[in-house]
Each structure stands twice: as structure tokens, then as C-alpha cells.
């Protein structure tokens, strides 16, 4: 086996190409050439691949499942036959795939419930949308891509109604006429090495141990760093990462925002204390809470929030409720159905809790569950508040008459596009603060 490892960017670059065990008898040189050429190329004309190349480590595999390519956020790892069959543009396609897999820590974003091929295509065709028109470079002619898919990431795609591609085999992708075969899509990852570092198929599980969140922020400021400077390539490209260094948000402000606006209401009354202190007695705008409502706070079970985020927003909007009177809150467990339904008279004991849901993802049931046991019963509706990490079918926005009270609570998801409501985007670190 070939193995590269530990080198510093440009000034070892020469090591980098030549620190190589060729002793393996399975060492395929003329792959290794192959490889060295492609990775030479990236290290001399693409700064932003370059800089992320050179922290990873690459390594010669027989016995990857689908005989292509493949990453864990540590290592790539290739097979010798399926280099030896491309050019070397294309070669350097996949190695900058398979980067990318990385930058988009895909390696920690599968869920328990995901098809790992299913999925593993999904994140094939949101990567290879970013550097297909990358300049010399070449997409090869059965990687997955579909202009369909354009602008959307992987959890997007994947639970996208239309898309269903086999496990293994081709098929065709549709707009751009080229056939696409799941062989990891001309890039893939692994979710853990085995007790040796090997890859290994598994069912594409986030175990969310110490080493995944030092992974992840590693990725994070190996990102931030290279892509600092000039465009790297793609516009499509520039636009994915300018999106993942978006600035942080107070998102406690947000929600205490969001709360008052939908539990109270802006009235004009005598006096207006801002001119009582000039002898003048005139109305003017004053806050008024409303009377008693109902609140409805919905977790999406099919994602992968986890139990302390969901304890720091049950502690925040409890603090928050303390003002306001309301005649019940219900806490909603939701995938594709409503699974759970708790009912709390005070928010001392509320209690956001995640329950195991075991279907796919949709945001109707619960808006069919409020229109059921609320608006038809005619309770007075506070505020609704959904928390999910995942794309799902949604109600049209003139189905929810009471849109404007409607917040989404979107974890580690930037792109959604829910037709309706105020969406409040937060990152996982950025809840959970130690």
C-alpha cells in the first residue's frame, strides 16, 4: 500500500510526492504515477484544493466497496484499477470531489435512517454541481449530476419526492443526457475506519463521540483558511462557501422577538410616558399582552437534534414564557406522523423532549394535528415553533392562516425553503456553549 501522511503545504510538496511505501506487493506503481500527476496538478493551479489536500492522507485500497474513491475526513483512499481508467483531468476531478465530501462534512452528517448508497448519491450530486465547470478539470461522463438538483444540498436531494436512485448499477440522470452508476459516485466516503484504519460500508450512522466534533471543527478552520483571498474557481463553488462563513446570529434575540411580537400587541393608550414629564397627557403606543392562548412547539424526529440542544431552547423559551399567560403548551414529536403529543399547564414543567420517530420526513402532520385539536376547536393559537434539521414536505403557505405566528428552528440547515413562517438558522456549536 502507498501511503502519504504529515506533510506541510508547497514548502514539503516535493515530499508529499515522493514519501511513498512502494514495498506492498499490491503496490500498484503506474496508479500511484497516475495519482501523483493529478495531485501535482492540484498542488501547482488550485490553492483552495491544495491547501485541504495536503492535511489528508492518501492511501492505495483494494477492497473499497464500490472500487473508486473514498474519504473519511482523514484519508482518501483510491483504487488502483479505477485510476488507471480515467485521464488525469478526470482523476483530478475526483480527488477534488472527494475533498468536498469533506468541506461538507458529509462524513457526520448521514442519519441512522438514511439509505447509506441512497444517500451517499445524493451527496455525489451536491458536490459535483459546485466544480463541474471548474477549469481544468473534467466531470467524468457517468458522474451523477443533474441540473434539477442545482442549489440544493444533500439532505435536500435526498428527501426530495423524485429521488430514488438504485443501490447500485446506472441510470440515467436525466437534463444533461450522460449515464451515472453509483460506484460512490466517482467519490464517496466512509462513515469509520476499522480497527486498522480501513474503511469499511457501513450504514452511514453519526456517532457524535469527542473525535467527530474535533473532526468537524478542524474542517472548519482548515476551510475558513483556504478559502481566504480570491475566487477559487467556480462561482457556484464561492457561493457554497461564502454561505458556510455566514455570521453568527443571537439567536436567543431572535426568539425572544419572535415571542413578544406573536404574544402581544402594540396599542395606542393614555398617558404616553414619554411626554408625561412636559405636563402632556396624549396617547402613544404602548406593548399589551394578550390574553390566554395555546402554544405548540414541534421536534422533527426523523432528524438527527440532539438532546442538549433541545434542553438549552426548552431552559431559553421556558425564561422567555414567564411574562405571558396561556391556557396549554403542547410539545409535538413529528416525523411522518405525530408521534407523541405532551401537554403542559405551566413552562416550569415543560420538557422538550426527543422521542425516537421512525418515518420519513414531513412537516404536515403536524399542521394537520393544530388544525384538528385548535383552530377547529376554536382555541386561541399563541405561537408555533418547529425544530428540524431536515428538508420535508411542507403545507402551503395559504393552508396555515396563521403563518405570520409560525417559527422554524432550523439546525445545521442553511438552505431550506419552506414556503412560510420566520426562520431562524443556528448552528449546533452556537447553541450548545460550554
Not at 38 to 57: D, E, P, Q, R, T
Request: aromatic fraction near 12%; charge should be positive.
Amino acid at each position: 500500500m502507498k501511503f502519504i501522511d504529515n506533510y506541510q503545504y508547497y514548502h514539503d510538496k516535493r515530499t508529499f510526492l515522493n514519501e511513498v511505501d512502494s514495498s506492498s506487493p499490491k503496490f500498484d506503481d503506474e496508479a500511484w504515477q497516475r495519482m501523483r500527476a493529478a495531485i501535482s496538478k492540484i498542488l501547482s493551479k488550485y490553492g483552495f484544493f491544495a491547501k485541504l489536500l495536503v492535511k489528508l492522507k492518501i492511501q492505495q485500497h483494494d477492497n473499497l466497496p464500490y472500487k473508486t474513491m473514498a474519504t473519511d475526513g482523514y484519508k482518501i483512499y483510491y483504487d488502483p484499477s479505477f485510476v488507471k481508467g480515467m485521464t488525469i483531468k478526470e482523476t483530478v476531478f475526483v480527488i477534488c470531489h472527494e475533498i468536498m465530501h469533506n468541506v461538507a462534512n458529509h462524513f457526520l452528517r448521514s442519519r441512522e435512517s438514511y439509505d447509506h448508497d441512497k444517500w451517499n448519491a445524493a451527496c455525489d450530486y451536491a458536490i459535483n454541481q459546485l466544480i463541474k465547470n471548474m477549469p481544468g478539470m473534467q466531470m467524468p461522463s457517468d458522474a451523477l449530476y443533474n441540473i434539477k438538483y442545482d442549489g440544493m444540498s444533500a439532505e435536500k436531494i435526498y428527501n426530495s419526492p423524485d429521488f430514488n436512485p438504485p443501490s447500485m448499477g446506472k441510470w440515467n440522470i436525466g437534463d444533461v443526457g450522460n449515464n451515472g452508476s453509483l460506484k460512490d459516485g466517482h467519490g464517496g466516503y466512509c462513515d469509520k475506519g476499522d480497527e486498522k484504519g480501513e474503511p469499511v460500508k457501513g450504514s452511514c450512522s453519526v456517532d457524535k463521540t469527542v473525535n467527530d466534533n474535533k473532526l468537524k471543527e478542524e474542517w472548519s478552520k482548515r476551510v475558513s483558511s483556504a478559502s481566504k483571498g480570491q475566487g477559487n474557481g467556480s462561482p457556484e463553488l464561492d457561493r457554497f462557501l461564502k454561505e458556510l462563513k455566514e455570521p453568527q446570529i443571537n439567536w436567543k434575540s431572535v426568539l425572544k422577538k419572535f415571542i413578544m411580537n406573536t404574544m402581544s400587541k402594540i396599542v395606542n393608550k393614555l398617558p404616553y410616558k414619554r411626554f408625561i414629564h412636559r405636563g402632556k397627557y396624549l396617547e402613544g403606543p404602548t406593548r399589551e399582552v394578550e390574553g390566554t392562548s395555546n402554544i405548540v412547539l414541534i421536534i422533527d424526529t426523523s432528524g438527527s437534534i440532539g438532546q442538549d440542544e433541545l434542553d438549552v431552547f426548552n431552559t431559553e423559551i421556558s425564561r422567555m414564557l414567564g411574562s405571558y399567560q396561556f391556557e396549554n403548551i403542547y410539545v409535538l414529536s413529528a416525523d411522518d406522523q405525530v408521534r407523541d403529543v405532551q401537554e403542559f399547564k405551566s413552562p416550569k414543567n415543560m420538557k422538550l423532549k426527543k422521542f425516537k420517530g421512525g418515518g420519513g420526513t414531513s412537516f404536515k402532520p403536524a399542521f394537520e394535528w393544530i388544525n384538528k385539536n385548535i383552530i377547529k376547536k376554536n382555541k386561541k393559537l399563541g405561537f408555533v415553533v418547529y425544530f428540524t434539521d431536515m428538508y420535508g414536505d411542507a403545507p402551503e403557505k395559504r393552508e396555515i392562516k396563521y403563518h405570520k405566528q409560525v417559527m422554524w428552528v432550523l439546525i445545521n440547515n442553511d438552505t431550506s425553503d419552506i414556503p412560510f413562517g420566520t426562520k431562524l438558522k443556528v448552528k449546533s456549536k452556537d447553541i450548545i456553549k460550554k
